[in-house]
């Protein structure tokens, strides 16, 4: 197959995709969307013969546009559009969740600083404090007092970019010391890791100790559900453990799984590989439905 790889920097995860993508003598067209200009009525040329686009980049925004592009070019690509739009901003992918059932921790939205206040003081202390948008656990505060609240929301409300000015409001979770990140394609867990840590933020871009885990029962249900809520693709399910089971906090898309192939024994870029083959199959096929 003619896969395109959208990316503005390789990373070792790229790394990995690209070299087993090379082992099986697939074509690989490198697009780095820097240098790439798109065309609202036509594909640019270099893309006519692709079976199918993973989209790597690493801005949202990016990504967001990319993603259209390619789908309305008629050429699959992974992850879906729709599923970026939900992955890419914490309220959508909480909405989601929480619309299709999968236990997620109690979140509130408020617009001004007021209303932030009201949310913080509904979950009591500690609770979190998230930006709608980004990721590796930056600028998330715990807030431990009405005072602490006061600050954050007066620092972010007068110096926050305007995506600082929608407050995300979370309960505190009690978890363990720990969360888990389960790799997955279409809700199908390929790895999953616990990520360790002193620090309440656990992820792994903050230094947490991994190790492996095997997704039980109750979790492969929950990666599968959360999945399909935000349109499937390959996917990090990110889960905490409490009193009452899982609880599923977030659903990453174009996610690293560097820090997991090294934790576990599983072929990661061959699992990841095998799914885009078959993802192309499917979609060449679905194309020669319609067009008989
Ligand atoms: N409500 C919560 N209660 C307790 N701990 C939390 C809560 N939300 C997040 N955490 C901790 O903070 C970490 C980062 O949270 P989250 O995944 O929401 O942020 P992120 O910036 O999107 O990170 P990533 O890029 O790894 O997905 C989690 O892995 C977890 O350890």
């Not at 790229?14 to 790439?36: A, C, P, S, T």
């Not at 309440?200 to 885990?213: L, M």
């Not at 990453?252 to 990841?272: P, Q, R, S």
Request: with cysteine; charged share 30%; proline share 3%.
């Amino acid at each position: 197959m003619n896969v395109g790889i959208l990316y503005s920097r390789i990373r070792k995860d790229e790394k990995l995709l690209l070299n087993e993508l090379r082992e099986r003598d697939h074509e690989v067209e490198k697009i780095d969307v820097r240098k790439q200009t798109f065309d609202i009525s036509e594909a640019p040329e270099a893309f006519a013969d692709l079976d199918i686009v993973v989209d790597r980049c690493l801005a949202t925004s990016r990504s967001l546009y990319a993603t259209q592009f390619f789908e309305a070019y008629g050429i699959p690509v992974v992850n879906s559009h729709e599923t970026a739009d939900i992955c890419a901003d914490k309220v959508k992918n909480s909405l989601a969740l929480e619309q299709a059932g999968v236990p997620t921790p109690a979140t509130k939205v408020a617009f001004t600083k007021e209303t932030a206040m009201e949310a913080i003081e509904d979950f009591g202390y500690p609770c979190v404090l998230k930006p709608v948008v980004g990721s590796w656990g930056r600028l998330m505060a715990k807030i431990d007092s009405p005072d602490a609240a006061e600050a954050i929301l007066e620092h972010k409300a007068t110096l926050g970019h305007y995506e600082h000015k929608v407050f995300y409001v979370q309960e505190f979770v009690e978890k363990p010391g720990r969360d888990i990140r389960v790799l997955a394609t279409d809700g199908e867990p390929i790895a999953g890791m616990v990520r360790s840590s002193d620090h309440w933020i656990t992820n792994a871009a903050k230094g947490a100790e991994t190790d492996v885990f095997e997704p039980d029962e109750d979790a492969t249900e929950l990666v599968k559900q959360a999945s399909d809520a935000v349109g499937g693709g390959l996917l990090g399910i990110d889960l905490m453990e409490t009193e009452d089971g899982y609880t599923v906090h977030e659903v990453n898309h174009t996610v690293e799984f560097k820090a997991l192939d090294g934790a576990v024994d599983t072929d990661i870029a061959g699992t990841v590989v095998d799914w885009l083959e078959q993802k192309a199959a499917d979609a060449a096929e679905n194309e020669l439905e319609v067009s008989a």
